[in-house]
């Protein structure tokens, strides 16, 4: 007997700083619903600056620069209190859903000098550092996942926040904001019929 | 029933100066139909000058939506890295006109005395920029 509705998980792994991991796969062929999603993490300190993407049938529903951390439910935290149910559920029928999580994509926009000298709103271009949703017609297999070993933060000295704009010109973590790699991140959705 | 869908849009701005306001302006995506929810949080930035989890008031923002027609209200944004922090969004009917600016000000609270900031205006070593970002959960009409 199948129950009306359905978890189904997807597990990401980031091994080291300014990782993105990008996945794509298909929804339960059974389900007609997606009512909700959570993150769920073994390590919370890595979340803040965190960012993850979310599109279904190649329809944005998060932004690439949405924060991780708003998603998540830890040890602390029960899920039916941090998963995010959508108001309308988003209809699915052997959908495609592509997901880009980014570790600590926002500390590397601190750094950034050339806006107003107040501050100023980040443009889209520099939030959404590459746009990595790809538009293939192959649905790679539930829980495979590729790597862009090209996008990796604190690839520089950590000189602070004198440098420009760059993923390689992050500033230094704090260091009682230290982070552990890797941790393993899974995306649940909530599937219902 | 309603047509089209819910998406989240955030709108980021940085703070690179204590005592100087920022200015927000910005338009909003054209498949953007109507705002239902807005929420503003601290996104990173502060924990690098403070030890606290927590800081009820880091600075005001004033939105205005429509090309500067709505004023939606001032909103105390807070520090809050502690598992439960509040993400629920603040209700909001508004539709928005399509290509309309996004507009408001943001005017920081914290860590404006002489440590960060000079007479001259410049800011120390002290000092570290940090990010607010605002989320809308809109209906989306793509």
Same mark, same amino acid.
């Given at each position: 007997m199948i129950l009306g509705y359905r978890f189904q998980k997807v597990k990401l792994r980031i091994s080291k700083a300014g990782q993105r991991v990008y996945f794509n796969t298909e929804t339960d062929?059974? #389900?007609?619903?997606?009512?909700g999603i959570a993150l769920s993490v &073994?390590?919370? &300190?890595?979340? *803040? &600056?965190s960012t993850f993407g979310f599109r279904v049938d190649e329809k944005?529903? #998060?932004?690439?620069?949405?924060?991780a951390h708003l998603l998540v439910y830890s040890n602390d935290i029960s899920p039916n209190s941090k998963m995010l149910l959508f108001e309308m559920p988003v209809p699915v029928k052997s959908s495609k859903v592509e997901g880009i999580y980014t570790d600590s994509?926002?500390?590397?926009?601190? &750094?950034?000098?050339? *806006?107003n000298p107040s501050g100023g709103v980040i443009s889209r271009n520099e939030v959404n550092i590459k746009k990595t949703y790809v538009s293939g017609k192959e649905v790679v297999k539930f829980s495979n996942f590729t790597v862009d070993d090209n996008l990796v933060a604190y690839a520089g000295s950590g000189s602070g926040f004198g440098g420009g704009f760059g993923i390689g010109a992050a !500033?230094? !973590?704090d260091p009682a904001a230290q982070v552990y790699y890797p941790y393993d991140v899974r995306v649940i959705l909530f599937l219902s019929k | 029933m309603t047509k089209g869908r819910i998406t989240y849009y955030p709108v980021q701005f940085i703070i690179l100066n204590p005592k100087a306001p920022v200015t927000i302006n910005t338009v909003l995506p054209n498949?953007?139909?109507?705002?239902?929810g807005i929420k503003a949080i601290h996104s990173v930035g502060i924990e690098q000058m403070s030890s606290e989890s927590y800081l009820p008031v880091i600075g005001h923002l004033s939105l205005e939506f429509n090309n500067k027609q709505y004023h939606f209200g001032n909103l105390d944004i807070p520090f809050d890295n502690r598992p439960e922090a509040s993400d629920e969004y603040l209700d909001a009917r508004i539709d928005v006109q399509p290509n309309s600016l996004l507009t408001g000000n943001y005017e920081n609270k914290v860590f404006t005395d002489s440590a960060y900031v000079g007479a001259d205006g410049v800011v120390t070593d002290k000092w570290k920029n940090y990010i607010v970002t605002i989320y809308l959960k809109t209906l989306s009409n793509d």
């Open positions: 062929k059974d #389900f007609t619903m997606l009512k &073994g390590y919370e &300190g890595a979340l *803040y &600056g944005e529903i #998060f932004d690439e620069s949405h924060e994509s926002l500390q590397s926009l601190l &750094g950034n000098a050339s *806006y !500033p230094a !973590p | 498949h953007i139909s109507r705002i239902l």
